[in-house]
């Protein structure tokens, strides 16, 4: 029996998408026009075939564009391997650039140590003036790690040496902290503890008004004006020693 | 009732390119209702053009006219895609096309005259041309065609590509394969177009004379120095990835306004390759003796950029579009590495929806600038057509 409405005739069934129409004549299974042996009328073969046909192509149509996103896929992931071996040998260059930086950095650290130990050195220099008389010209400022050098260095040359006098030149010193002008008296008072005598000279008006507020009692060592006089008193105080 | 002008394009991928290029006559012909009459395609040169030159006439009306040519990459509907066969199918009542080529193997102006000589009367009203400029020098074909055709004559295409190797291009004249010379399309028929080229790039060196060009294209000396030499000089740590970084560094003609350096961008020339035993650069195209040259670059942003004032450029003022054509140079692309599709989102944001397009990768663009019709390279050309005369 033939529906009142045949979807096979209704122009409104064009609207729907083959799924929708197949569903819709699965339910006609007593229709004439769907017996194998019924004759179709044209108008509905042509558009059944016309449905079909934009079927086709609309099946056409989404299979290229699976395949342009199957390609794209396939470019991405061939992107992701090339940034992936990009990735790989920068970091190598940059593992290889950190390593030949550190060892620069090492290498740098080293030569300032070394340049460092030399700077302290000159910055220290003891002159043997006389048999027996040591000059320390001092100049800049007297940092806890140039007072510990100084110290140790002119206590190991008047033990070499054998030396009676240490002259301190404080000419070239324009500044002294606290701590320094601490350091400056123990060093004077080590120097008598090995026998020999300190001598401080070339103080300039800033330094004592340094030393005098910060309460140094300076007084127990040998102070003269200038390297000239200290030099004169050691001389003369060594023309008075019997042994010379 | 009036006849309506038919416009389709589509892009077809699949790894058969027989197949492919079936389909796209397949889809044309669904798009435009019948089966096209002018079908322009661009495919990948990852394709042999046998398999596509079959497929496409296993399907197409004998009577069609065909041209087309390999490419780098294809601009189509769909956007930018490799791997594809991308089709421009036109029914256009009351006009008529002419699909014509020229072999190489001569003088490239020459060709430029044959291959106008080969088209029938009367003059025709655009010309369609896609050379192969392993093989032929553009600017003069060019020039050989403009010396028939006038200089104001419209030209517009695009030179055929490969992969970026360099080695190999083909171009389709009808059901024949050409591996050198020019194939063309002349229209005959009231044509109007909106055309605009900008390349973005800006110079990255002092501006340098070329104190000697030989043969147009070969620049021998820059500043009376080996231009070789000076080209590498000014790339300076990036010169160790010769040659194929060239392609990022093309080299444009500047000109001085009001006593500033100002790069014309019509004039840029890619440089193509190198003569070691020479020391020169081998450009893509002629430059005038004695010229300024400058040494560009481009960022992706300039890249880009250039692309959006060329298409707002040629949108100005341009309402009727029924098509628009899109040549895009090969070294963008470079530039633009796996971001290339991002210079066809700036193409969709700013074209119509609804306006067809197509185009492709190009080795060097041909289209007008101010009416004249010039050679490009590293540039971004869009011709918006209007099939019937201006309002």
């Known amino acids: 029996m033939r529906c009142e409405s045949c979807c096979l005739e209704d122009p409104t069934s064009d609207a729907l998408d083959l799924d929708a129409f197949c569903r819709k004549l699965s339910s006609c299974t007593e229709c004439p026009l769907l017996r194998l042996d019924a004759p179709i009328p044209a108008t509905v073969l042509i558009k059944q075939i016309e449905r079909l046909k934009e079927s086709a192509r609309h099946n056409r149509q989404q299979q290229n564009r699976i395949r342009q996103l199957e390609h794209a896929q396939r470019e991405l992931a061939l992107e992701i391997q090339r940034s992936d071996e990009r990735v790989a040998k920068l970091e190598q260059t940059q593992k290889a650039t950190a390593q030949a930086a550190d060892e620069q950095f090492q290498a740098q650290i080293a030569m300032l140590a070394r340049q460092q130990a030399a700077i302290l050195e000159l910055a220290t220099p003891i002159i043997q003036v006389w048999d027996g008389v040591l000059v320390l010209p001092l100049i800049g400022q007297l940092d806890d790690n140039r007072m510990q050098s100084l110290t140790e260095n002119l206590l190991a040359s008047l033990q070499q040496k054998q030396a009676q006098f240490a002259v301190l030149d404080l000419t070239g010193i324009s500044d002294l902290n606290e701590s320094s002008a601490r350091h400056l008296y123990r060093v004077a008072s080590a120097v008598r503890l090995l026998g020999a005598e300190a001598l401080l000279c070339g103080m300039r008006a800033q330094v004592v008004r340094i030393v005098t507020s910060l309460g140094v009692d300076l007084g127990s060592l040998s102070v003269t004006r200038t390297l000239q006089d200290a030099l004169r008193r050691c001389i003369t105080k060594t023309r008075l020693t019997p042994s010379t | ?391």
């Open chain 2, 1 to 391: 009732m009036g006849v309506r002008n038919l416009i389709a394009t589509v892009s077809i991928v699949h790894d058969d390119p027989h197949v492919a290029a079936k389909e796209a006559v397949f889809e044309l012909t669904d798009r435009l209702g019948q089966p096209p009459a002018i079908v322009v395609l661009f495919f990948s040169a990852e394709f042999p053009a046998q398999a596509i030159r079959d497929g496409l006439w296993s399907e197409l009306d004998p009577a069609t006219t065909v041209v087309g040519c390999s490419s780098s990459a294809e601009l189509g509907p769909d956007g930018a895609l490799t791997h594809s066969v991308t089709a421009l199918g036109m029914c256009l009542p009351g006009y008529r096309a002419q699909a014509l080529s020229v072999p190489g193997g001569r003088d490239s102006f020459a060709i430029g005259q044959q291959l106008v000589e080969s088209v029938q009367s009367p003059k025709p009203d655009l010309l369609l041309l896609f050379p192969d400029v392993l093989t032929v020098n553009a600017t003069r074909l060019l020039q050989g065609i403009q010396s028939r055709l006038g200089a104001k004559f419209p030209v517009l295409g695009g030179a055929a590509a490969d992969m970026g190797t360099f080695k190999q291009v083909e171009l389709l004249h009808g059901k024949e394969i050409l591996r050198s010379g020019a194939v063309a399309l002349a229209l005959f028929g009231p044509v109007t177009l909106s055309a605009a080229a900008c390349s973005g790039y800006s110079p990255v060196s002092v501006p340098l004379q070329a104190t000697r060009v030989d043969n147009g294209n070969i620049l021998i000396e820059l500043d009376g120095k080996p231009a070789l030499t000076t080209y590498l000089e000014q790339l300076g740590p990036r010169k160790s990835e010769m040659p194929g970084v060239t392609i990022e560094y093309p080299i444009g003609v500047v000109s001085r306004v009001s006593g500033k350096t100002e790069v014309q961008t019509e004039l840029v020339r890619a440089v193509f390759g190198i003569n070691e035993q020479r020391e020169a650069l081998i450009l893509g195209g002629d430059i005038p003796e004695r010229a300024e040259l400058c040494i560009l670059s481009a960022t992706r942003k300039d890249v880009l950029m250039g692309t959006h004032t060329a298409i707002q450029t040629a949108l100005t003022g341009f309402a009727n579009a029924e098509l628009a054509l899109l040549f895009n140079c090969v070294s963008r692309k470079v530039i633009l590495g796996p971001r290339y599709k991002e210079e066809y989102s700036v193409v969709d944001s700013v074209l119509p929806k609804s306006l067809p397009r197509i185009g492709f990768y190009t080795f060097g663009e041909l289209s007008p600038v101010a009416a004249i019709t010039q050679h490009h390279e590293s540039t971004f050309t869009i011709a918006l057509v209007h099939f019937g005369a201006a309002k």
